[in-house]
């Protein structure tokens, strides 16, 4: 097996790896999320201030609806008292109409009420609208960044590829099948380097009759950890 070619396509994993978990973890990303957040939340408060519009304007139709029917009922009542001549009928009449003036009365202030909610409710839409656009920008700065950085990191993986094209073009196929199941067994990192007496995929030492027996191996071969049991390239 070609341990220099496999060690150099382990480099190249890692460094693939290491970007794909940047990624997610971007500053930008952070920076987007609460940017789309923000504007999200907008767009909530707006629906919700617009709902409360939308409801103060139904009470107040209603209010004028149910008024002008009672003003109606009310002036046939006070038209029907004035050719009533029977006191007890009269009487019904003025107390059918007193009813009436009352509901009016209440009707009057559920509007003026509905009036107040729907001025406040206004003028809340009107200062989200202003608000809106600063944050529509910082959402739209919030995507370019985040794209220029993704732009960034694609170009870097792009790069290790074309490596990873080469590297692989030095490995026989049962060299990459070895590879990939080491890679496979040890979490991604099936290769690693002999710094000094230490492995560099466990951070162990080995023993100096440990050592004779990595330094047994063939030159160019990659001898087995002892401790891991990952590829050990010299």
């Known amino acids: 097996m070609n341990g220099a070619a496999m060690l150099a396509l382990q480099e190249i994993d890692t460094a693939l790896d290491a970007i794909g978990h940047r990624r997610p973890r971007l500053a930008e990303v952070a920076t987007h999320a609460a940017a789309a957040a923000a504007l999200a939340d907008l767009r909530r408060q707006q629906a919700a201030v617009q709902a409360r519009v939308d409801a103060a304007r139904a009470a107040i139709e209603a209010a004028e609806q149910a008024a002008h029917e009672l003003t109606a009922k009310r002036d046939r009542l006070d038209a029907q008292l004035k050719t009533v001549i029977a006191p007890r009928e009269a009487e019904a009449l003025m107390?059918?109409?007193?009813?009436?003036?009352?509901?009016?009365?209440?009707?009057?202030e559920q509007e003026l009420t509905a009036m107040d909610d729907q001025t406040v409710a206004e003028e809340a839409l009107v200062a989200l609208a202003e608000a809106e656009p600063a944050v529509a920008t910082a959402l739209a700065e919030a995507e370019a960044a985040l794209a220029a950085a993704g732009a960034g990191l694609d170009a870097?993986?792009?790069?290790?590829?074309?490596?990873?094209?080469?590297?692989?073009?030095?490995?026989?196929?049962?060299?990459v099948r070895a590879y990939e199941h080491a890679r496979h067994q040890h979490g991604g990192v099936g290769v690693a380097r002999l710094d000094g007496h230490r492995c560099s995929g466990c951070h162990l030492d080995l023993s100096p009759a440990e050592m004779d027996v990595v330094k047994a191996t063939p030159a160019g071969e990659p001898a087995e950890c002892?401790?891991?049991a990952r590829f050990l390239v010299r």
């Open 95 to 108: 107390n059918q109409i007193a009813t009436i003036n009352t509901q009016r009365s209440e009707l009057d």
């Open 226 to 228: 002892p401790q891991c």
């Open 156 to 175: 870097e993986a792009a790069a290790l590829e074309a490596r990873k094209v080469e590297a692989l073009a030095a490995l026989t196929e049962a060299d």
